[in-house]
C-alpha cells in the first residue's frame, strides 16, 4: 500500500516539472519577441528624430533693411542686416524672456514654522478646568509671536536654456526689432566728456522722446564711460553693450539705436557664416 503512494508522488512531481519547464519555455520565447519588437521601435524614433527635427531649431536667414544716420542726423542711405531667425520665433523668444525675468528673482522670502520659532516648548496652561480651548504651545499658527502655515521659503526660480537657444531667441529678438531699428555712428568720440545734454540732443535728432515714457534702447560694442554717463540720468532710455543684451529689453523697446562697431559685431555674431 505504501508503494503505490510513493510512485503517484513522483509522477506529480514529474507532470509539474514538465509543465513548469514548458511555461517557462514559452515566457523566454515571448520574452525574445518582445525584446525585438522593442529595438525595432528604438530604432524607428530614432529614424523619426533625424528626419524631423525640432522646429525651433529649423532656423533660416532672414534679410532687412535698416536706415543709416550720422551723429547730426544726416540720412546716410540703408544697409541690408541678415540674421538667423527660429522657425517657432515667437516660442523661442517668449521662452528667453521668461527664463531671464525668472533668473532675476532672487527667492530670499521666508519664513519660520511653529518648530523653528524661539519657545513655546512649554504648556501655556492645564489641559482642562479653565474653559479656554486645548493648547500645547504658545507658538501655534492661531497666535500672535507664533510660526507661520504654508509660509515661504528659500527657493531658486532659476530656468536653464541651451547656450545655442539663447543666441537663436537673442538672434530672432533682433531680427524682429529691425523696423523700429536705426544706424548710427560710433558715439565713443562725440563724448569726450560726460554729458547729458548733449545726449539729450542727439536724442532729439534721432526723433526720440524719452519725456513721454518712450522706451529706447542705445546699443554700443563696448562700454564707453563718458556716453554711459551721459545717458544714466535720462529717463526710458537703456544703454546696453553686445555683452548684456537681453530678449526682454529688446521687446519692449519702442526704439532702437544700434553704433555702427556694434552692428558689424551682430553681424559676425548672429548672421551667417559668409557674413562673419
Not at 521601435?41 to 529649423?58: K, Q
Not at 524672456?97 to 528673482?105: L, T
Not at 486645548?134 to 502655515?149: A, C, D, H, M, Q
Request: glycine share 6%; proline share 3%; net charge positive.
Amino acid at each position: 500500500r505504501w508503494l503505490p503512494q510513493q510512485t503517484s508522488r513522483n509522477r506529480g512531481s514529474v507532470r509539474s516539472h514538465s509543465l513548469f519547464a514548458m511555461a517557462l519555455h514559452r515566457s523566454c520565447f515571448l520574452l525574445v519577441i518582445f525584446a525585438g519588437c522593442v529595438k525595432g521601435w528604438i530604432n524607428s524614433a530614432a529614424l523619426l528624430r533625424e528626419m524631423a527635427p525640432a522646429s525651433h531649431r529649423c532656423n533660416s536667414m532672414q534679410m532687412g533693411v535698416v536706415p543709416m544716420t550720422k551723429f547730426d542726423g544726416t540720412t546716410l542711405g540703408e544697409m541690408e542686416v541678415s540674421l538667423k531667425v527660429a522657425k517657432s520665433g515667437a516660442y523661442i523668444v517668449h521662452r528667453k524672456v521668461v527664463a531671464e525675468q525668472a533668473n532675476m528673482r532672487l527667492g530670499t522670502a521666508t519664513t519660520k514654522t511653529r518648530s523653528e520659532v524661539r519657545g513655546g516648548g512649554r504648556k501655556p496652561y492645564q489641559q482642562k478646568g479653565t474653559g479656554r480651548a486645548r493648547r500645547g504651545s504658545s507658538r501655534s499658527p492661531l497666535l500672535k509671536g507664533g510660526g507661520v502655515t504654508f509660509g515661504p521659503k528659500q527657493k531658486s526660480y532659476r530656468i536653464k536654456m541651451n547656450k545655442k537657444e539663447k543666441q537663436l531667441a537673442i538672434s530672432t529678438a533682433l531680427m524682429s526689432a529691425v523696423p523700429k531699428m536705426k544706424l548710427v555712428e560710433d558715439l565713443d568720440e562725440h563724448f569726450m566728456q560726460p554729458r547729458t545734454q548733449d545726449m539729450k540732443a542727439f536724442l532729439e535728432r534721432m526723433s526720440v522722446d524719452t519725456t513721454n515714457r518712450e522706451s529706447t534702447m542705445l546699443i554700443t560694442n563696448q562700454r564707453h564711460e563718458n556716453t554711459y554717463l551721459s545717458a544714466r540720468n535720462i529717463p526710458y532710455l537703456n544703454l546696453r553693450t553686445l555683452d548684456n543684451i537681453n530678449a526682454r529689453d529688446l521687446v519692449k523697446a519702442k526704439k532702437i539705436i544700434v553704433a555702427d562697431s556694434a552692428m558689424a559685431t551682430i553681424n559676425a555674431r548672429y548672421g551667417s557664416k559668409d557674413a562673419a
